[in-house]
């Protein structure tokens, strides 16, 4: 079992930046790929960013290429979704994501994910 925890939403204007992380804990956490999806007042969860275990694949949703960073410390086995230029319609709540099977690409469906987090709260004011 693989306990996510996510951290440091909040409130900011137009332009700013948040950085948000997930804390893993519970079994080899560095072995699991890891994701970050969203999921806006009446909107299906999207998907948002992924990066595999060991860090060399990284994957974007097409709306945050370019704004937002994902990265991983294996070592705290912590994982970041660093987000900048941030927009109104970057407004939810964020969660991070594991597969159930280690070293397995969990990939841009929220299929390829088995452990969920609580989520955290972004919101963006215009």
């Known amino acids: 079992q693989v306990q996510l925890v996510e951290s440091g939403g909040g409130l900011v204007q137009a332009g700013g930046s948040l950085r948000l992380s997930c804390a893993a804990s519970?079994?080899?956490?560095?072995?699991?790929?890891m994701g970050w999806f969203r999921q806006a007042p009446g909107k299906d969860r999207e998907f948002v960013a992924t990066?595999?275990?060991?860090?060399?694949?990284?994957d974007y949703a097409d709306s945050v290429k370019g704004r937002f960073t994902i990265s991983r410390d294996n070592a705290k086995t912590t994982v970041h979704l660093q987000m900048n230029s941030l927009q109104p319609e970057d407004t939810a709540v964020y969660y991070c994501?594991?597969?159930?099977?280690?070293?397995?690409?969990?990939?841009?469906?929220?299929?390829?994910?088995?452990?969920w987090g609580r989520g955290t709260q972004v919101t963006v004011s215009s």
């Open positions: 519970g079994r080899t956490c560095s072995d699991y790929s």
């Open positions: 994501a594991a597969p159930g099977i280690l070293y397995r690409y969990g990939g841009r469906s929220r299929s390829g994910y088995d452990y």
């Open positions: 990066i595999s275990w060991g860090g060399s694949t990284i």
